[in-house]
C-alpha cells in the first residue's frame, strides 16, 4: 500500500482554484502510523527540478515558496492524517506534477521496532490555462 496518497489535481483556467489532498495510510509493511512530523507539497515541471511548494510542521507552522506566497495556503488535519494545498490564482507557470511529502513513523506491533520514513505520493497533474 501506497504510504501518501494524493488527490484533487485537474485543468483549470488561469485565476482558477484547485485544492489537493494527501492522505497518509494508517498502516504500510513497516507497521502503523504513530506520529507524523513535517508535512509538505513539492512540484516537478517536465525538465526541471523537483521545487518545494510548501511545508507545514506537526504544531501548524507554515512555510512557502516565493513564488506561491499569498496564493497557496497549506494546512493539515492530524486526526486524519491529511495535509491539503489550497491553490488560489493559479497561473500557467503552476502547472506541474505536484507531489506530498511526509516525514511518518511507524510503529510494528508484532515486533515493536519503529521506522522513520520520508514518504512520497506518487504525484497529481495540476494543469493551468491561459
Known amino acids: 500500500q501506497e504510504p501518501l496518497v494524493e488527490s484533487g489535481g485537474g485543468l483549470v483556467q488561469a485565476g482558477g482554484s484547485l485544492r489537493l489532498s494527501c492522505v497518509a495510510s494508517g498502516s504500510t509493511s513497516s507497521g502503523r502510523i504513530s506520529r507524523i512530523d513535517n508535512m509538505a507539497w513539492y512540484r516537478q515541471s517536465p525538465g526541471k527540478q523537483r521545487d518545494l511548494v510548501a511545508t507545514v510542521s506537526s504544531g501548524a507552522a507554515t512555510n512557502y515558496a516565493d513564488s506561491v506566497k499569498g496564493r497557496f495556503s497549506i494546512s493539515r488535519d492530524n486526526a486524519k492524517n491529511t495535509v491539503y494545498l489550497q491553490m488560489n490564482n493559479l497561473k500557467p507557470e503552476d502547472t506541474a506534477v505536484y507531489y506530498c511529502?511526509?516525514?511518518?513513523?511507524?510503529?510494528?506491533?508484532?515486533?515493536?521496532?519503529?521506522?522513520?520514513?520520508?514518504?512520497w505520493g506518487q504525484g497529481t497533474l495540476v494543469t493551468v490555462s491561459s
Open positions: 511529502n511526509a516525514d511518518i513513523l511507524y510503529y510494528n506491533d508484532h515486533d515493536g521496532v519503529f521506522t522513520a520514513l520520508k514518504a
